[in-house]
Every structure is written in C-alpha cells, then in structure tokens.
T-cell receptor, first 112, second 111 residues
Framework: EAQVTQNPRYLITVTGKKLTVTCSQN?????MSWYRQDPGLGLRQIYY???????DKGDVPEGYKVSRKEKRNFPLILESPSPNQTSLYFC???????????FGNGTRLTVT | GESVGLHLPTLSVQEGDNSIINCAYS??????FIWYKQESGKGPQFIID?????DKRQGQRVTVLLNKTVKHLSLQIAATQPGDSAVYFC??????????FGDGTTLTVKP
C-alpha cells in the first residue's frame, strides 16, 4: 500500500532533550516536506526537500533540522525542543513540488 | 463588480444540498492550487487540483473554480453526504517547493 509513515504517533518529552521524528515513503517520490499544524494558524511548512541531499527552509524552520540522505526517508530533528514546539506534525511527499501531497497520519508532540 | 465568496471558518449544510467552500490566496505568482480534506485524527487527503492556466476543473462530485483576477479559489461539492464532513484546506504553490495553506473550513453535513 502506498503510504507515508511517521513515527512516533505521540511523543511527550522535556525541554532540551533532542528528538527525531521519522518519516518514510514507499512511493519513490522525489519531493518531501514537513508541516506543523496549530489551532488558529493552520498548516505551516517547516522544511522541504526537492530530492536527495537537497533541502530548503519553509516558513517556520527555526528550531528544526532535517536531512535527506536517501530518497525514502526525511527525518525531522529537534536538537533542543522547547514548549513552543508543542504541535501536530505532518510529513508529506509527492512526485514533484507541483503534484498533490500524500500526508502521513501525524505526530502529536508535547514538550513540557 | 464581481461578487466573490467569503471564506467562512465553518459551514453547515443539509445532506443532499450542494456545498461551496471559498478560499482567498495571497500570491499572484502561484500557479498550482490544491484542495485537501482532513478528517479527525488523520492527515490531509488530496481532493482536486488546478493549474493557473485553467479556471475550472471537475472531478467526481467536486468542482474547483479559480479566479486569478481576485485571487480566489472555490470548491463545490455536489449532493453533500455525511462522509463529506471534515475540514477543507486550499493550498497554493508560490514557487517550486514552497506550499502555503489557507485557513481551513469545517464542513458539517446534517442528516
């Protein structure tokens, strides 16, 4: 089944403890992207990747890192999480940036 | 002047009626637009897309209209069903790689 898989689905952590949210797609998509969704602010783009080893900032990249060493994986790294990064995170992929996105089911992160 | 539908954060319709969800986009350089549906506890799902060289595109029970003059996008759902209840988002692509989502509209379908 074609899908985007994020792990974990839920994560509660403390301020400053490094964490990684994994994202994997099995559709051989070139484009991948991370978003956060907050009440009243909608979906905002964090980082995106047009292809392997090519990443770029979205609208809200501060406090996040990404890497794209392989086509299928696009992990989101929070080196030193803070409470304002408490949010619902979505990973998505598509054939290209001008194609519909396929989203994962989300990761709900709470930073205390 | 031409009337353009307002974006509403919520919309309630009777089952079987047609629904119209509106979206204003911000960047006149955007040339690709998508509508997504998000059900509770899930990620957004693709519904229909349209490129800037078109002003209308139809799918099964859904139609997207694009008015570039006033930077407005609308999604029409025919014969709305209870399973259509969800949050609907429009998205624009102002340049390769970037995507900007609009404020969502929560559609509730009353049986």
């Amino acid at each position: 089944e074609a899908q985007v898989t994020q792990n974990p689905r839920y994560l509660i952590t403390v301020t400053g403890k490094k964490l990684t949210v994994t994202c994997s797609q099995n559709m051989n998509h070139e484009y991948m992207s991370w978003y956060r969704q907050d009440p009243g602010l909608g979906l905002r783009q964090i980082y995106y990747s047009m292809n392997v080893e090519v990443t770029d900032k979205g609208d809200v990249p501060e406090g996040y890192k990404v890497s794209r060493k392989e086509k299928r994986n696009f992990p989101l790294i929070l080196e030193s999480p803070s409470p304002n990064q408490t949010s619902l995170y979505f990973c998505a992929s598509s054939l290209g940036s001008m194609s519909p996105l396929h989203f994962g089911n989300g990761t709900r992160l709470t930073v205390t | 002047g031409e009337s353009v539908g307002l974006h509403l954060p919520t919309l309630s319709v009777q089952e079987g009626d047609n629904s119209i969800i509106n979206c204003a986009y911000s960047n006149s350089a955007s040339d690709y637009f998508i509508w997504y549906k998000q059900e509770s506890g899930k990620g957004p799902q693709f519904i229909i897309d349209i490129r800037s060289n078109m002003d209308k595109r139809q799918g099964q029970r859904v139609t997207v209209l694009l008015n570039k003059t006033v930077k407005h996008l609308s999604l029409q759902i025919a014969a709305t069903q209870p399973g259509d209840s969800a949050v609907y988002f429009c998205a624009e692509t102002p340049r390769a790689g970037k995507s900007t989502f609009g404020d969502g509209t929560t559609l509730t379908v009353k049986p």
